[in-house]
């Protein structure tokens, strides 16, 4: 099943119903940078801090004043991708990221990792990509995301994918832009991505006076 893609209140209701604990801070930064940067979840987690640091990783991240560039090595070559700040604090993916990054205490190796058991502080191993999947599925559940489906559906609806479909859906960029960020080959599959994006745009229902 093709996953549903997940627009920016979609997100921003699952971020905000996250602990401010450092699991919360972690998964936050995970959703909104997945969301903005329209990485795959293998890439989300594959994000390492520093540039010598990818020799098991898919890339690193560079922090500078207006925002993030994205360092990602793909099968043949390396893309850089940037992502800016949010409108406000909760939608900000940059913020996010910063924040868990210092509350992490986040200087080395991985990215995202894991937390201890007592919660109180990040380890060094990474996170497995399924992670960002569950994340997603759980989040969304507890949001209320789709709620007149089951929860069942709505696990099967949702997945790391949805983060990524649902920037794709809503950017309001030219087809090119979204492509190079995407990292498609082929402008075809970035319009596959946007199949929903202009659907019902123009209501001739209400404009004939229903």
């Known amino acids: 099943m093709r996953k549903e893609a997940l627009l920016a209140d979609d997100l921003l209701r699952m971020t905000a119903c996250r602990d401010n604990d450092l699991r919360g801070l972690r998964d936050r930064a995970i959703l909104l940078l997945g969301f903005a940067s329209g990485l795959r979840r293998s890439e989300i987690v594959g994000l390492h801090h520093e540039a ?51 509350l992490g205490r986040i200087t080395h190796g991985p990215l995202f990792c894991r937390i201890a058991r007592d919660g109180k502080r990040a380890l060094t191993d990474h996170l497995s990509d399924k992670h960002v999947a569950c994340r997603v599925q759980t989040t969304a559940v507890a949001a209320g995301i789709r709620d007149g489906l089951s929860e069942g559906e709505r696990r099967h609806r949702f997945a790391g994918h949805s983060l990524r ?6 950017a309001e960029a030219k087809e ?23 659907s019902f745009r123009v209501n001739l229902t209400q404009a004939a006076g229903l």
């Open 165 to 170: 479909a649902g920037l794709a859906t809503a």
């Open 52 to 102: 010598d640091e990818t020799a098991d990783g898919r890339g690193w991240v560079e922090v500078l004043e207006g925002g993030l560039v994205l360092h990602i090595r793909g099968k043949t070559d390396w893309r850089e991708v940037e992502v800016g700040p949010g409108s406000t604090p909760p939608s900000c993916p940059v913020a996010a990221l910063k924040n868990w990054m210092e």
């Open 176 to 198: 090119r832009f979204v492509q190079r960020h995407l990292g498609h080959a082929s402008a075809e599959m970035t319009r596959r991505y946007q199949r929903h994006r202009d």
